[in-house]
């Protein structure tokens, strides 16, 4: 489950935030939850912050494809 101002940040950002099931943990680096990681295309942009803005922000700035 996803906290509730996560919908919120997506909404801000223009973005999809999408969930990954426990099993596929270690495969995205997530330790605990929850975690929230900027991916533009397949490619990781970092941490986004604790807000919409800096959400949008960090995809803005990145290359991804």
């Keep these: ?3 509730p101002k996560f ?4 909404k801000q950002a223009q973005a ?3 969930g ?3 099993g596929m943990w ?5 330790r605990r939850m929850p975690t929230l990681k900027a991916y533009k295309g397949k490619k990781f942009c970092g941490a986004p912050g604790k807000s919409g803005s800096s959400f949008k922000s ?3 700035s990145c ?3």
Excluded at 7 to 10: I, L, M, N, T, Y
Excluded at 26 to 30: M, R, Y
């Design 16 to 18: 999809t935030i999408l």
């Design 58 to 60: 960090k995809l803005d």
């Design 1 to 3: 489950m996803m906290k």
């Design 63 to 65: 290359p991804g494809s």
């Design 7 to 10: 919908s919120d940040w997506a």
């Design 20 to 22: 990954v099931p426990r």
């Design 26 to 30: 270690s495969k995205f680096g997530i």
